[in-house]
């Protein structure tokens, strides 16, 4: 009864429609990113207007080149591309010499809205008097004597209409894009308006013009008009050469990144000349810890596997794969809904296709990190820790656990803070201007774990999330694991089933009540998509559900440690393998249903957020009780190869950087790109590849240096007793505890 009303006053909290505990500070702008004194110090209107008739009167060679690098009609606008992005780095890169100053180049995107009142056509002129011999020699010959009747067309730009189908796609995609950017921080006005006509969606472009001149000023000139422009538009941005602001985080995070950096060149080398001594005793170092931060000596940690008695073998591959699967849907979703595709609507179909659901579905995979959490946390301790030793070293419980995330964590922080804003640069900058901004202003609240509670749309690291919900329900295992140390069965079992089942009451009524939708991409439900996120996604509540099934399983495998074989016939065998392979397929397909426009069925979506969670975690927690009791075969097999040893060990590393990477790669894009699976894929394989690069060097440099130091102060902790059936593992040797989802 604890856990639930525990969890049911979460959900009070946690709920907006009750309760709003969402912190709202008043932080400056997130284009503070930028130089802000540098803009505003080189405008001069004056000037603008001498250096564009200069342009115009005297060099038409560069108004070309400021023509050419700018404002161009986007191509594809059927389907889906209403931006032209010119060329970037062409416009940065003018600098020519005018009389008395220098004409240089700045980029700028505006929002081109066509719901507006087009400037009307032009009358044609009068015939000028003694037709034809009025007109300039040269005229033609057999020209017609009389002058033909050519009236403009009779078009009406706002009466322009798509057909149906293609403007409600247009609407759906933006209205999704505009909530993942909501999602992503960037902050961007969605698309509405009238789902049919041309004139309800905007135009990007970019234009280049001097930087003594602001966008109106510069068009107002070129067209030689005055006060308000012929055509209405809103300036997104500007960018300058070098415009980046310099900010304490900058410097904060190049000191401490200088001084790791030393740290693991000393330690290498000082392991080189080791390596190098004849003597055994000169071989030896002075204290083990100078070779902690020594790449050598780290990678071989990394990369030798001594197997462990008792150690879960498969873990390994099931983190592997659910690993891959994190990062193939992120590419897919970050590609289709981040505004970069210059074909949106192809994608956009794609995704609501029978073909995508796999892609769609991937989100569920998280719940098998929760699950794999909660089996660790009750294999690793029951038999070790008696429920009297819980309680006298709690704070050790607690600490153990928030010092071997941090490090890697705080790294990732401090990368997005200052480096990863550093090294990029393109017409997508806004894409990580925003991720930087909210990590300046929320690093905090990432680094107590708080973030889903306090600022769930404004999250440091918008995949941490998953971090915040693993030390909140470890910091609420002990309510459980007292009753499971107490090495009492009957006890035991009641806590846990108690435990799980207060946590699907109260989650499931939360659920009901709220009548959520059961994905961000629910046809006709896209604006709901941000409360779904706050109040649901990244709800301790309603993601609790797998952590607690895990602990069943990691219980049940304690239970059956060291027997040689679990007894069971072959026939519940293959029924519980049944059941498990029924219950993950409806789990992935129970998105596409979701998907379609006639979908509407707020009772199933309910049952789906409620009950697919646990349910999926049931049949993951099989696969790995099967494959570590004897009954996995081919599955077993391919989840115990050596090759996912390295992954597993990567994982964690590899979930915290490859998300800010990939914004990374799309913010230093110069031009949309052309979605298809097959580009999708490949950009998948360069997405991990990077992703395994970057946690290998954050690993080996920060990760396990860390990890030597915080074994060595704060102890190895408490070893299992010895029996003659039960095999001792190792909670750090053998599983690294750290989350991996």
Same mark, same amino acid.
Request: glycine share 6%; net charge neutral; hydrophobic share 45%.
């Given at each position: 009864?604890?856990?639930? $009303? ?63 690098? /700018? ?17 970037? *780095?062409?416009?940065? /890169? ?63 730009? !706002? ?23 909501? =999602? ?6 969605? !698309?509405?308006?009238?789902?049919? &006509? ?66 693991? #060149? ?35 940690? +990394? ?32 590609? =289709? ?10 994608? *956009? ?22 699950? @794999? ?16 030793? #819980? ?7 607690? +600490? ?10 705080? &790294? ?81 079992? /009641? ?33 709901? &998509? ?44 293959? =029924? ?8 993950? @397929?409806?789990?992935? $397909? ?68 490859? *998300? ?24 998948? #394989? ?9 946690? $290998? @060097? ?36 053998? $599983? ?6």
């Amino acid at each position: 009864m604890i856990i639930f $009303y525990i969890f049911s006053l979460l959900a009070v909290i946690q709920n907006g429609y009750i309760v709003s505990a969402y912190l709202d500070l008043n932080v400056p702008d997130s284009k503070y990113f930028f130089n802000k004194d540098l803009y505003e110090s080189v405008l001069d209107p004056e000037l603008c207007e001498e250096q564009i008739q200069f342009i115009q009167a005297n060099r038409t060679d560069l108004l070309i080149e400021f023509l050419d690098a /700018g404002i161009r009609t986007p191509r594809g606008v059927l389907t889906g591309n209403l931006m032209d992005l010119g060329n970037y *780095y062409q416009c940065l /890169g003018i600098n020519a010499e005018a009389p008395g100053s220098a004409v240089e180049g700045k980029y700028c995107l505006i929002d081109l809205p066509l719901n507006q009142t087009w400037p009307s056509l032009p009358t044609l002129p009068e015939l000028p008097d003694g037709w034809p011999e009025g007109w300039p020699e040269g005229w033609p010959e057999g020209w017609p004597e009389d002058w033909p009747d050519l009236p403009w067309p009779g078009t009406n730009p !706002r009466a322009i209409r798509l057909r149906d189908k293609i403007a409600q796609k247009l609407k759906e995609y933006y209205k999704q894009t505009h909530t993942n950017q909501v =999602i992503n921080g960037a902050n961007e006005n969605a !698309r509405t308006g009238d789902t049919a &006509a041309f004139q309800a969606f905007n135009f990007e472009l970019a234009v280049c013009i001097p930087k003594s001149c602001t966008t109106h000023g510069a068009l107002n000139a070129l067209f030689n008009t005055t006060g308000d422009s012929v055509v209405k538009f809103e300036e997104r941005s500007c960018r300058l050469p070098n415009d980046k602001a310099w900010v304490p985080a900058d410097y904060v995070a190049i000191t401490i990144f200088s001084i790791i950096g030393l740290l693991v #060149l000393f330690s290498t080398l000082y392991e080189v000349y080791l390596n190098n001594q004849k003597d055994p005793k000169k071989a030896k170092p002075v204290n083990k810890l100078c070779l902690a931060f020594s790449v050598i000596k780290n990678t071989r940690t +990394l990369v030798t596997y001594n197997p462990v008695p008792g150690a879960i073998e498969c873990l390994d591959g099931v983190r592997s794969f659910a690993m891959m699967w994190v990062i193939i849907g992120h590419t897919f979703s970050t590609l =289709i809904s981040s505004g970069i595709l210059a074909n949106p609507l192809d994608g *956009y179909e794609w995704m609501m296709s029978l073909k995508a659901v796999w892609i769609m579905a991937a989100p569920i995979t998280v719940d098998t990190f929760f699950m @794999i959490s909660g089996l660790l946390l009750v294999y690793t301790t029951a038999g070790k820790l008696t429920s009297m030793k #819980l309680v006298k070293n709690i704070h050790l419980f607690y +600490l153990n656990r928030l010092l071997r995330m941090f490090p890697v964590l705080a &790294a990732t922080i401090l990368l997005q803070v200052s480096i990863f804003g550093k090294i990029t640069d393109g017409p997508f900058m806004d894409i990580e201007m925003n991720n930087v901004h909210r990590c300046r202003v929320y690093w905090w609240s990432t680094l107590l774990h708080i973030q889903n509670f306090l600022n769930p749309e404004h999250i440091c690291l918008a995949h941490s999330w998953y971090l915040a919900i693993d030390v909140q329900l470890h910091i609420l295992s002990p309510l459980v694991l007292v009753f499971v140390l107490t090495g009492k069965r009957k006890l035991a079992w /009641g806590a846990l089933i108690s435990a799980l089942l207060a946590v699907l009451t109260a989650s499931t009524i939360y659920n009901f009540i709220n009548n959520f939708p059961a994905s961000y991409f629910v046809y006709g439900r896209v604006d709901e &998509a941000v409360d779904y996120l706050s109040y649901y996604y990244v709800n301790t509540l309603t993601r609790a559900s797998p952590f607690f099934v895990g602990l069943i399983f990691g219980y049940i495998m304690h239970l059956n440690r060291g027997q040689k074989k679990v007894r069971l016939t072959f026939l519940p065998v293959m =029924i519980m393998w049944l059941c498990s392979t029924v219950i993950i @397929i409806l789990c992935i $397909y129970s998105i596409y249903p979701l998907l379609q426009p006639d979908w509407d069925n707020q009772t199933a979506e309910n049952m789906i957020n409620s009950f697919m969670r646990p349910a999926w975690a049931m049949a993951i927690g099989w696969m790995i009780f099967a494959c570590h009791s004897g009954f996995g075969g081919p599955i077993n097999w391919a989840l115990t190869l050596p090759c996912w040893k390295v992954l597993g060990r990567l994982s964690y590393a590899m979930y915290l950087v490859h *998300y800010p990477m990939m914004f990374v790669i799309h913010s230093t894009m110069v031009a949309p790109s052309y979605f298809t699976v097959h580009f999708s894929l490949f950009r998948f #394989l360069a997405d991990f590849s990077l992703a395994v690069i970057v946690a $290998y @060097i954050v690993t080996v440099t920060i990760d396990t240096p860390c990890a030597i130091f915080i074994k060595h102060f704060m102890g190895p902790g408490p070893k299992r007793p010895q029996t003659p059936k039960v095999e001792i593992v190792d909670n750090v040797e053998s $599983y690294e505890k750290r989350p991996e989802a």
